[in-house]
């Protein structure tokens, strides 16, 4: 043994949920390259605890997106102190491509990502109209590590039985960014299918974050069997109670990111807000349905795409 401290690399993620969710294949893939570093991930607070849980890391720091030269001066100084041999960017904004530059005047650690003057650059012109898991595994095919399959999840282990759920329930998600209600099915239509869904045996389990409880309570109001856990749940439940839903009908959410990604079949609602060749969320059976308005969904065509993701047992 040479007593050499191992060699130190360093990961940006910084969010939000949905790009943190399908950056989990990468994050395997870089641990498994680098098997004997020491790795850090650089992201924000609200995805810390689930980055110290998933054994990927053996440092998590968190950014505060410093902007005053103080913050900064400090954030380069830890940046430069720590020896860090390669930096694999996946977070590829103009924040995280700065801290390339932070390292000025060098020497610069190995850098995948897009920073102007970085070692490993992702240099496709096309980057910004691929899928983001098309679009991190070929960085990081570029930067030498060639394969990034699907990760394993087990890991990812809340508490479902603590809710003392029917047997049979789906999860309905009618949540999403206060400041983007285009992206959002009308409350009234998630009534509507938490009713079908009833009147079949299956017992709506409503999801929100905080802030989201008006939502929730209305659909519960139209119908009553629907359970609302608004606040109520960790995103480790979130995984827990989507491996043991029947199946999970939301709007293009953080959370929806994770419910596919362990397995729930997932029926996925885009309006022309966002494009799912862009962002669509990826898991063994989902199944994305897309209006220019969602406005103008109707509850039977969302039912029947759910009924056929039942029916297959397969993406529809």
């Known amino acids: 043994m040479s007593g050499r401290p191992a060699p130190r690399v360093l990961v940006i993620k910084l969010g939000a949920l949905g790009d943190f969710v399908q950056a989990f294949g990468p994050f395997a893939a870089i641990r498994r390259h680098h098997a004997g570093a020491r790795i850090v991930l650089l992201t924000t607070r609200p995805y810390a605890d689930l980055a110290r849980a998933s054994g990927w890391f053996d440092e998590v720091w968190i950014d505060t997106r410093p902007c005053a030269p103080g913050p900064l001066l400090a954030l380069r100084r830890r940046l430069r102190g720590a020896g860090f041999a390669r930096v694999y960017d996946l977070q590829t904004s103009d924040r995280s ?49 060639a394969a990034v399959p699907p990760p394993d999840l087990a890991w990812l282990a809340g508490d479902a039985a603590r809710f003392g759920l029917p ?75 989507a491996r043991a839903a029947a199946a999970a009908v939301g709007n293009d959410t953080g959370p929806m990111h994770l419910i596919a990604a362990v397995g729930c079949p997932a029926v996925v609602l885009y309006s022309a807000e966002s494009d799912p060749a862009l962002c669509a969320q990826r898991g063994p059976r989902v199944a994305i349905v897309r209006r220019p308005s969602l406005a103008d969904l109707a509850t039977s065509d969302v039912a029947k795409v759910l009924a056929t993701l039942w029916q297959e047992g397969s993406v529809s």
């Open 97 to 145: 491509s700065f801290y390339f530059h932070l390292f000025w005047p060098g020497p610069h650690p190995e850098w995948s990502g897009i920073a102007r003057g970085c070692s490993h650059s992702h240099a496709n012109p096309k980057r910004d109209v691929m899928h983001t898991v098309e679009r991190q595994a070929e960085q990081l095919a570029m930067a030498g590590i």
């Open 167 to 241: 047997a049979r329930f789906a999860l309905v998600a009618p949540g999403g960014a206060a400041h983007r209600p285009a992206k959002r099915w009308p409350t009234e239509r998630f009534a509507e299918l938490a009713g079908w869904l009833d009147r079949r045996g299956v017992a709506p389990v409503l999801l929100g974050a905080a802030g989201e409880e008006r939502t929730l309570a209305a659909i519960a109001e139209a119908c009553p069997a629907a359970r609302s856990l608004a606040g109520e749940t960790t995103l480790a439940d979130i995984a827990a109670l």
